[in-house]
Antibody
Framework: QVQLQQSGPGLVKPSQTLSLTCAIS??????????WNWIRQSPSRGLEWLGR?????????DYAVSVKSRITINPDTSKNQFSLQLNSVTPEDTAVYYC?????????????WGQGTLVTVSS | QSVLTQPPSASGTPGQRVTISCSGS????????VNWYQQLPGTAPKLLIY???QRPSGVPDRFSGSKSGTSASLAISGLQSEDEADYYC????????????FGTGTKVTVL
């Protein structure tokens, strides 16, 4: 059974960096058949995919166009986890952030999700 | 921000059949498979249907999915009180360098 455990601060000041971590159990961040994603949810933007990291003989990252200039997702193989960094945050980045695993190859789907972290951007 | 369009709400009495639509375009539903997620209040979304019409282990067979062209549907037959939740469709979108997109969400109420 795969479990994803999120951690990180729930309050971030405007213009600073939002940082979250997702610890994986029951699978490996280096899996050749999974990808590791960050998704957020807010009343104004709904569910929004932010990006992913995955290993296919080397590491790859894909990011949503809406946040591409501000986002970094990094794997940490020593701790079997991956992280999200979102720079220069504004109140519009206030949302519940989820990590999630994608499987399914060319027909991908999110089969396991973290518990969610409410991040508020406010001074 | 949501690229896929769903009705905001749907409702039915216990035992009834409820259908939720999801409308997209040729770059998402028209060329990729559709997945459905159920979100109970205060919890993370849960995979309900994948690859248009496949149920993960443990999902009751009263949930079914279908796709035609650039639209998809989720049907709940034999509606139960525990089915009261938000439901989201999702698909990969080949535009904008490729990314996952979600529906606007449908709140199902059991009357």
């Amino acid at each position: 059974q795969v479990q994803l455990q999120q951690s990180g601060p729930g309050l971030v000041k405007p213009s600073q960096t939002l940082s979250l971590t997702c610890a994986i159990s029951g699978d490996s961040v280096s899996s050749n058949s999974a990808a590791w994603n960050w998704i957020r949810q807010s009343p104004s933007r709904g569910l929004e995919w932010l990006g992913r990291t995955y290993y296919r003989s080397k590491w790859y990252n894909d990011y949503a166009v809406s946040v591409k200039s501000r986002i970094t997702i990094n794997p940490d193989t020593s701790k079997n986890q991956f992280s999200l960094q979102l720079n220069s945050v504004t109140p519009e980045d206030t949302a519940v952030y989820y990590c999630a695993r994608v499987v399914g190859g060319y027909d991908p789907y999110f089969d396991y999700w973290g518990q969610g972290t409410l991040v508020t951007v406010s001074s | 921000q949501s690229v896929l369009t769903q009705p905001p709400s749907a409702s039915g009495t216990p035992g009834q059949r409820v259908t939720i639509s999801c409308s997209g375009s040729s770059s998402n539903i028209g060329s990729n498979t559709v997945n459905w997620y159920q979100q109970l209040p205060g919890t993370a979304p849960k995979l309900l249907i994948y690859s248009n019409n496949q149920r993960p282990s443990g999902v009751p067979d009263r949930f079914s999915g279908s796709k035609s062209g650039t639209s998809a549907s989720l049907a709940i037959s034999g509606l139960q009180s525990e089915d009261e939740a938000d439901y989201y469709c999702a698909a990969w979108d080949d535009s904008l360098n490729g990314q996952d997109v979600f529906g606007t969400g449908t709140k199902v109420t059991v009357l």
